[in-house]
């Protein structure tokens, strides 16, 4: 059973620092590309982050660039969001998923979200 469950989120200041974590479970999360997805409140969801499989490339969302950091822990199997000098604009849920299609890669699983919520 393919699982992606997200941890870390909260309420923070506009300035402070939440890491986010996603553990894969029910499939070698090592074989794929992951990404981390964000959707706040009316509005659509947005693409944050990518990573590759074996965590050599990366893309950033123009608005996150240089505040966030992707990173994998493959022998965990796990996905991280280092998220730094927080906005107000980062609220939202923020989800991880799969980011490639293979035969091997449950695209496009993703987990249930965690609530990033910042504030002034």
């Known amino acids: 059973q393919v699982q992606l469950v997200e941890s870390g989120g909260g309420s923070v200041q506009a300035g402070g620092s939440l890491k986010l974590s996603c553990a894969a479970s029910g499939f070698i999360s090592s074989n794929c590309g992951m990404a981390w997805y964000r959707q706040a409140p009316g509005k659509e969801r947005e693409l944050v982050s990518t990573?590759?499989?074996?965590?050599?490339?990366?893309y950033y969302v123009d608005s996150v660039k240089s505040r966030f950091t992707i990173s994998r822990d493959n022998a965990k199997n796990t996905l991280y969001l280092q998220m730094n000098s927080l906005l107000i604009e980062d609220t939202a849920v923020y989800y991880c998923a799969v980011h490639t299609a293979s035969s091997v890669c449950p695209f496009p699983y993703r987990g249930q979200g965690t609530q990033v919520t910042v504030s002034s």
């Open positions: 990573i590759s499989f074996d965590g050599s490339t990366y």
